[in-house]
């Protein structure tokens, strides 16, 4: 295994800049002496929220209506990158100064109109270590209160509910995406579903 060490940057360019994320290319000289551009697209922090709420809580919100068990919230959104409408985690980008738990709690209020009472970080990881430079973190979030839901404006999100035994089978039917999988994964492994 070569070390960081032996990689010399030569030059780090950005190419490009949307507003959401910047594009470029390092150009390094490899352990081998040789030369090769490597490119990247830098993305802000972003967080995934896997949110339980009491069924007794559901029953509040839907005028009284019999809610027999603990659900997980999610959100279904078109994702007109890959032209598919998916069944996701409430998610979203971390804003300067905050933590990841910070970002969690506003970002699932915001998507969904709840409000947390506790969180705990999962797990913050790297994603997509090849092309991105890009961090996620998998928040847990649970004592849920109806709050104040307020998108942005180029979020069109139906909240919806999946009971917490039936939410892995959910998220593995297509089309699935790798944030929800994994955030629903790591709560699973942690004992929380």
């Known amino acids: ?9 030569l030059e780090e360019r950005t190419e490009y800049e949307t507003g959401w994320y910047d594009g470029g ?4 000289e490899q352990p081998d002496g040789t030369e090769k551009r490597y490119y990247w697209a830098e993305l802000p922090a972003a967080v995934v929220v896997v949110a339980r709420i009491d069924g007794s809580v559901l029953e509040d919100v839907a005028d009284g209506e019999p809610v027999a ?27 300067d100064g905050e933590s990841y738990t910070q ?8 998507e969904t109109g709840f409000r947390p009472s506790s969180t705990a ?9 090849g092309v991105l430079r890009h961090d996620r973190a ?30 892995l089978e959910r998220a593995r039917e297509q089309p699935t995406n790798d944030a929800t999988l994994s955030g629903l994964l790591l709560a699973a492994e942690d004992g929380l579903l």
């Open 1 to 9: 295994m070569t070390a960081p060490d032996e990689w010399d940057l």
């Open 25 to 28: 290319y390092d150009l390094l």
């Open 69 to 95: 068990d603990d659900r997980l919230l999610f959100v279904e959104q078109y994702r007109p990158t890959i032209r598919e409408t998916h069944l996701e985690l409430p998610a979203g980008i971390v804003e």
């Open 103 to 110: 970002a969690a709690t506003r970002e699932l209020e915001e």
């Open 121 to 129: 970080l999962l797990q913050e990881y790297a994603v997509a270590t």
């Open 138 to 167: 998998i928040v847990y979030a649970e004592g849920l209160e109806p709050g104040d839901r307020e998108l942005d404006s180029n979020e069109f999100l139906e909240v919806t509910t999946v009971p917490v035994s039936e939410a």
